[in-house]
């Protein structure tokens, strides 16, 4: 009886075999659609994920080391209200916590000294600008942050030697 139940659903298959045909196709072109759109995201976290290259660090150091000399120099002359200051204060923190946290990361990644090194600069510029954040220094005192350009600048200078060593490098093993 399997046999005589088999041969029909052969025949039944057989007489309809255009819309099943059809039918298959747009499926696969279904799958074939989200398959691609899958790689694309994932293609999209990768590079959203990667850590930066040395030369993009020393890019968003400078960067961030012009936004602090801007602030340091508009809360000397008076120009900033109380609010606007600790705002600013506020991001500037927020963005050496980030380059901080990638840098150690890109340090563990790359087992580099002296990126750690240069992490840790980026840490203590960080604790130097949260003094404002949570008032323990007043606005009229520029210390911490004059510490904290310090620190950045010395920050750019190790990575400026960091490239150095790197193009070296690549130059020894071409």
């Known amino acids: 009886m399997n046999v005589f139940l088999l041969t029909q659903a052969a025949e039944d298959l057989a007489g309809t075999g255009g819309s099943d045909i059809m039918r298959l196709v747009i499926e696969y072109i279904a799958y074939a659609v989200v398959i691609i759109v899958g790689i694309i995201i994932l293609l999209a976290f990768r ?53 901080a946290f990638t840098v ?20 203590q510029a960080h604790t130097e600008l949260s003094a404002y954040r949570y008032g ?6 520029f210390a911490p942050m004059e510490t904290a350009r310090h620190k950045l600048t010395e920050a750019i200078g190790l990575l400026t030697r960091i490239i150095e060593r790197d193009k070296k490098l690549s130059a020894k093993r071409a």
């Open 136 to 141: 323990t220094h007043d606005a009229g005192d």
């Open 104 to 123: 150690d990361g890109m340090a563990e990644k790359e087992r580099d000294g002296d990126l750690a090194a240069l992490a840790t600069l980026l840490e």
């Open 47 to 99: 590079r959203a994920s990667r850590p930066p290259k040395h030369t993009e660090l020393k890019k968003q150091l400078e960067s961030f080391s012009d936004d602090l000399a801007s602030v340091h120099d508009q809360a000397q002359r008076g120009v900033l209200p109380r609010l606007r200051f600790i705002k600013l204060v506020s991001k500037l923190t927020y963005r050496a916590d980030k380059l």
